[in-house]
């Protein structure tokens, strides 16, 4: 049963810095490439692609988070990471961990990221 659990959310004010987990279960996290998505607080926003790594360590980002944010993977640990720096209002969110697998989408829960003074 795949699972992906995400941690590490919470509360900071602007130029602040946050980590969060991604932990996997369930498959086999190293051969599996993996993305950090979020969505954005209102009913008409839709979860946006932050940050994918793939199994060979290849990263990409969205422009409005390059050279603030950070994807990483922990493969003995099955576990990915998101760095956030000189964090903004904007990215004020549920962040999402997601995989594909064999044709099948993975979402965790998410974990709320607040950007607030």
């Known amino acids: 049963q795949v699972q992906l659990v995400e941690s590490g959310g919470g509360l900071r004010q602007p130029g602040g810095s946050l980590t969060l987990s991604c932990t996997a279960s369930?498959?086999?996290?190293?051969?599996?490439?993996m993305n950090w998505y979020r969505q954005p607080p209102g009913t008409n926003k839709q979860r946006e692609l932050v940050?994918?790594?793939?199994?060979?360590?290849?990263?990409t980002y969205r422009d409005s988070v390059k050279g603030r944010f950070t994807i990483s993977r922990d493969d003995a640990k099955n576990t990915m990471y998101l760095q956030m720096n000189a964090l903004k209002p904007e990215d004020t969110a549920v962040y999402y961990c997601?995989?594909?697998?064999?044709?099948?989408?993975?979402w965790g829960l998410g974990t709320q990221v607040t950007v607030s003074s």
């Open positions: 369930g498959f086999a996290f190293s051969a599996a490439d």
């Open positions: 997601q995989t594909l697998l064999q044709r099948e989408t993975y």
């Open positions: 940050a994918r790594i793939f199994a060979d360590g290849h990263t």
